[in-house]
């Protein structure tokens, strides 16, 4: 099959209705039937059971259908690095994140980037941790930004920075006079903190794990400025990430934060990639790009201590 074959083979295999599929890629739905017959001639089996207007791929169609993808993933990759080669300084990067590096972290580096590779596009999604991984698993994204480092078999991390975490208090609670706290101290407190598959809950968890306590949740979040409204309320405490330059806890008055003394009280931010997929030469350009920029905002750093 050629590209062509392949595409109308996988846009129907996947629809699953001739109409449907014929109306996706532009041509008659009787030409599509046509298309589906000769290949299945030349196959010597059908490749889908049919049920009235709808086809569903039986076991050979699916046995085809695995092999077409794969093909069509490595022609698309093909096209991608001759692209490359003809205009290295054009190319698209498909970046994912978290929703908390959508505010600072993701416009510095894109901005930073863009300034010396004008010609190299993004395309921007952002989710929650577990999506986010999800993302560079099924190749639907070529880099990410995430916090903690992911824990999945054949992702590369590179680490960008590591943010100090705090805990975000109201003014007048017990705690909001003190320098610093651990989180043992704090057994008996309401913790308000991100739903389960956010990085900041699976920060909690290991932290009050460490720490041989178990955190009574008062609510749920999947925003770190909704969970820091939220003890500005009143309503608990919540573990927060700071050194941004709009952090959560300063965009909001009414709330006081303590930093941690536990060890590692901090979240360590990075790049991931897969490491089995070729990047193209401008997913390799951008993730050069953070690797010097992470290795420029630690020597400021060193320089203002």
Same mark, same amino acid.
């Given at each position: 099959?050629?590209?062509?074959?392949?595409? *109308?083979?996988?846009?129907?295999?996947?629809?699953?209705?001739?109409?449907?599929? !014929?109306?996706?890629?532009?041509?008659?739905?009787?030409?599509?039937?046509?298309?589906?017959?000769?290949?299945?001639?030349?196959?010597?089996?059908?490749?889908?059971?049919?049920?009235?207007?709808?086809?569903?791929?039986?076991?050979?169609?699916?046995?085809?259908?695995?092999?077409?993808?794969?093909?069509?993933?490595?022609?698309?990759?093909?096209?991608?690095?001759?692209?490359?080669?003809?205009?290295?300084?054009?190319?698209?990067?498909?970046?994912?994140?978290?929703?908390?590096?959508?505010? *600072?972290?993701?416009?510095?580096? &894109?901005?930073?980037?863009?300034?010396?590779?004008?010609?190299?596009?993004?395309?921007?999604?952002?989710?929650?941790?577990?999506?986010? &991984?999800?993302?560079?698993?099924?190749?639907? %994204?070529?880099? !990410?930004?995430? /916090?903690?480092?992911?824990?999945?078999?054949?992702? +590369? *991390?590179?680490?960008?920075?590591?943010?100090?975490?705090?805990?975000?208090?109201?003014?007048?609670?017990?705690?909001? %006079?003190?320098?610093?706290?651990?989180?043992?101290?704090?057994?008996?407190?309401?913790?308000?903190?991100?739903?389960? +598959?956010?990085?900041?809950?699976?920060?909690?968890?290991?932290?009050?794990?460490?720490?041989?306590?178990?955190?009574?949740?008062?609510?749920? /979040? /999947?925003?770190?400025?909704?969970? =820091?409204?939220?003890?500005? =309320?009143?309503?608990?405490?919540?573990?927060?990430?700071?050194?941004?330059?709009?952090?959560?806890?300063?965009?909001?008055?009414?709330?006081?934060?303590?930093?941690?003394?536990?060890? !590692?009280?901090?979240?360590?931010?990075?790049?991931?990639?897969? %490491?089995?997929?070729?990047?193209?030469?401008?997913?390799?350009?951008?993730?050069?790009?953070?690797?010097? *920029?992470?290795?420029?905002?630690?020597?400021?750093?060193?320089?203002?201590?």
């Amino acid at each position: 099959m050629l590209g062509d074959d392949l595409l *109308w083979f996988t846009t129907l295999a996947e629809l699953q209705r001739v109409g449907a599929a !014929a109306e996706r890629l532009h041509i008659a739905q009787p030409t599509l039937s046509r298309m589906l017959a000769r290949l299945e001639r030349r196959l010597g089996v059908e490749l889908f059971d049919r049920h009235g207007k709808r086809i569903v791929l039986n076991e050979f169609g699916r046995t085809y259908y695995e092999h077409a993808r794969r093909a069509q993933s490595e022609l698309d990759a093909a096209a991608q690095a001759v692209a490359d080669l003809a205009d290295p300084a054009k190319g698209v990067v498909r970046l994912s994140f978290q929703h908390s590096f959508g505010s *600072w972290l993701i416009p510095q580096l &894109i901005g930073g980037f863009r300034r010396g590779s004008s010609r190299i596009s993004f395309t921007l999604w952002q989710g929650a941790f577990d999506a986010v &991984i999800d993302q560079i698993v099924d190749g639907t %994204a070529d880099l !990410a930004i995430v /916090s903690p480092r992911p824990s999945v078999p054949g992702i +590369g *991390w590179r680490k960008l920075l590591a943010q100090p975490l705090a805990l975000a208090v109201p003014p007048e609670h017990r705690l909001a %006079a003190r320098r610093q706290i651990r989180l043992a101290d704090l057994g008996d407190a309401e913790f308000i903190t991100m739903h389960s +598959g956010f990085g900041m809950r699976r920060i909690l968890d290991e932290l009050c794990a460490a720490a041989n306590i178990r955190p009574r949740i008062a609510f749920e /979040s /999947s925003d770190l400025l909704t969970a =820091a409204g939220l003890v500005a =309320a009143g309503l608990g405490v919540a573990l927060l990430p700071l050194e941004d330059p709009t952090p959560a806890a300063g965009s909001l008055s009414g709330i006081v934060t303590v930093p941690l003394a536990d060890a !590692a009280a901090a979240r360590d931010v990075g790049l991931i990639w897969s %490491a089995t997929a070729p990047p193209s030469d401008a997913v390799r350009r951008f993730r050069d790009f953070t690797e010097d *920029w992470a290795g420029r905002r630690a020597g400021i750093q060193m320089l203002r201590r």
